[in-house]
């Protein structure tokens, strides 16, 4: 129960240097960002290191953020050092028009449906995936449903008139 | 002589192949559930697996970042629909941790009540219909008398008995009743015989132990590599259980055991959920028993801008109108930030990761359900084994549709 958050980022930050940013610990649970091209290295060091050992993947997920150029979506994997009992985030941004990720099916064998889920939802590359195919949705589907640019209501409804509740016709 | 013309067209291949493609689901009466698998059958050896997914999928993250957060609780409901409680508390956790919300342990305390009730009816299902698939009905049909007896537990708290969208953040919508309480002295009372009974119908049945040992068995590194998690994990020896790891709502409290088995075939994930089930009973009878230590009329935190108040309070008080109506409304904004909260659902880890950038609905919200990554080891815990050891896999995995497509 050694493992404190300061310590593993301190043997990140020995070991990548400015490869790594944005440190923080929002409830405790350490979470930094990894370039683009750097987060199976990453992952690989946090898996193989004999102190650190964060060997179980508990979950990938990504996020998009329209505003942010060049780093529209973002990659978010959830680790856990079952041992240690202590957990991380890592986050990778990527462009929305180049989504090119490097996969870490050779590391988990649970990132495979993680990242084809992904892959169905925000159109995220993993690069070196053996099977990036839909998983939930149907596979004649064209977009990737949960990015942003596709609001869950039809914004051109005109059944239904906001400004009756006071909203100014768009939430 | 029959014209060359006339033969039907096979495709490439067809008749050489030595295996069978058999389609297993996706509405097969032995699956329980909307799964399909894409069988290569040899004989009634199985070759290969391919599972499809998502013929349930109703979007659930989607429709997330339009809700206010009070009405996503109903969408949990939804997920692991055999243990709704569970999902409900994980929800409502999860807000709270991103409020910092610190609730009563009176509170804590009626909901490990709720979430340990919820946990033994997801495993008697899953326990009991293991036996089912090897040809015991007997067994099933008689523990639902007690499942039937949680669901009126839950009717009784919340007023709705499968999706109970019970629990509001801070606390419970009302107190628990006499009657609530009466019944789970009752359950306490009579169903420790009835799973006596129940396991003595199966654990050393010689027929069960047959069709249920060897089958789809896991070594615990590759269980870990699976992202497998709760009962399935444990049966591969592997004892983490988030209640004991990062204890939420006061599970460290309690005084319980987490069984293990060796060696995480269907047998010993049966008898997991079977240890499971007699450890929720004890946990159930201390937290009945700290409850009456604790003042009886506390059934929520006092945090007025998220919780809705008293009817009576809002037709003769200024301030119960406001938050009243703020919090109907939707219009109580929730504080910037990013989550990740965990708790032991009936069949794993049970994740929310929530980013909320300070609006009325998430920003992002995103489950983590054990039931999605676990599944995809099915192929190869079937591979070369039996057609009817696969069905006995499947139910011994507790695969519930409606996590796996969220």
Known sequence: MSLTNERIQQRLTEKFGDVL???????????????????????????????????FLTDI?????????NEELAVVYHLHNLQDNIRLRLKVFTPVTKPDVFTATSLYESANWMERETYDFFGINFVGHPNLIRVLNVDEMTYFPMRKEYPLEDAMRIDKDDEMFGRGGNI | MLDQKQHIKLPEGSIEKDTTTLNLGPTHPATHGVFQNILEIDGERIVSAVPTVGYIHR?????????????????????????????????????????????????????VIIMELARIADHLICSS??????????????????????????????????????????????????????????????????????????????IFMERTQGVGAISAERALSYGFTGPNLRAAGVDYDVRVANPYSSYQDFDFTVPVGTTGDSYDRFLVRNAEMWE????????????????????????????LPDKKDVYTKMEALIYHFKIVMGETDILPGEVY???????????????????????????????????????????????????????????????LDA
């Open chain 1, 61 to 69: 997920t990504a996020v998009h953020y329209p505003e942010k150029k």
């Open chain 2, 59 to 111: 979007a659930f993250e989607k429709i997330a970042e339009r809700r206010p957060y009070y009405q996503i609780t109903p969408l949990t409901d939804r997920l692991n629909y055999c243990s709704a409680p569970i999902n409900n508390m994980g929800w409502l956790l999860t807000v709270e941790k991103l409020l910092g919300i610190e609730v009563p342990k009176r509170v804590d305390y009626l909901r």
């Open chain 2, 280 to 307: 929720s009973i004890s946990i159930i009878r201390q937290a009945m028993e700290k409850l009456k230590s604790l003042p009886a009329d506390v059934y929520h935190a006092d945090v007025p801008a998220y919780y």
């Open chain 2, 129 to 206: 219909v293991m036996g089912v698939d090897t040809g015991a009905l007997t067994g099933f049909v008689y523990v639902m008398t007690y499942r039937e007896l949680i669901y009126e537990i839950y009717e009784e708290i919340c007023g709705s008995r499968l999706t109970t969208n019970i629990g509001r953040i801070g606390g419970f919508e009302r107190n628990f009743t006499p009657t609530a309480f009466a019944k789970i002295e009752r359950f306490l009372a009579e169903y420790p015989a009835v799973l006596k009974e129940f396991e003595t119908l199966l654990t050393r049945n010689r």
């Open chain 2, 341 to 403: 909260n965990a708790v032991e659902g009936a069949n794993g880890e049970l994740g929310f990761y929530l980013i909320s950038d300070g609006g009325r609905s998430p920003y992002r919200l995103h489950f983590r359900r054990p039931c999605f990554i676990y599944y995809q080891a099915y192929p190869e815990l079937i591979k070369g084994s039996m057609l009817s050891d696969a069905i006995v896999c499947m139910s011994s995995l507790n695969l519930i549709a409606g996590e």
């Open chain 1, 21 to 55: 940013s944005g440190f923080e610990e929002p409830f405790g649970l350490l979470t930094l960002t990894a370039q683009k091209d750097y987060n199976l290295k990453v992952m690989q060091f946090l898996f193989d290191d004999e102190e650190l050992r964060f060997r």
